[in-house]
């Protein structure tokens, strides 16, 4: 089991950039697929983005694509979200997430396949 703990969140404007950080230890990073989710106020909690152990695979939700970024570094057990052109729909706390995987190509979307999850960074996008 991995410990996560995320970083990065705060109050942008619309328009606004962002980078969300997630730190990993106690665990074999390389071998756990991660992904990002968010839960706005009165929401459940969404699928953001996800990615492989290697890095090599990534998806995202559809409202998100050509927007945020995943990437990973596995020599810092830390996964990233780049947030570019941030609305306000987009205002949430920001949940990263891991899994221990068997291949590098393994994604996944839902919650339920999510072992590990960090405590959540809160994301405010308003003028």
């Known amino acids: 089991q991995v410990m996560l703990v995320e970083s990065g969140g705060g109050v942008v404007q619309p328009g606004g950039s962002l980078r969300l950080s997630c730190a990993a230890s106690?665990?074999?990073?390389?071998?756990?697929?991660m992904g990002w989710f968010r839960q706005a106020p009165g929401k459940e909690r969404e699928f953001v983005a996800a990615?492989?152990?290697?890095?090599?695979?990534?998806y995202y939700e559809d409202s998100v694509k050509g927007r945020f970024t995943i990437s990973r570094d596995n020599g810092k057990n830390t996964v990233y979200l780049q947030m570019n052109s941030l609305k306000p729909e987009d205002t949430a706390v920001y949940y990263c997430?891991?899994?221990?995987?068997?291949?590098?190509?393994?994604?996944?979307?839902?919650?339920?396949?999510?072992?590990?999850w960090g405590q959540g960074t809160q994301v405010t996008v308003s003028s």
């Open positions: 106690g665990g074999t990073f390389t071998s756990y697929a």
């Open positions: 997430a891991g899994a221990p995987v068997t291949f590098n190509f393994i994604i996944y979307t839902r919650m339920a396949e999510y072992r590990d």
């Open positions: 990615i492989g152990s290697s890095g090599a695979r990534t």
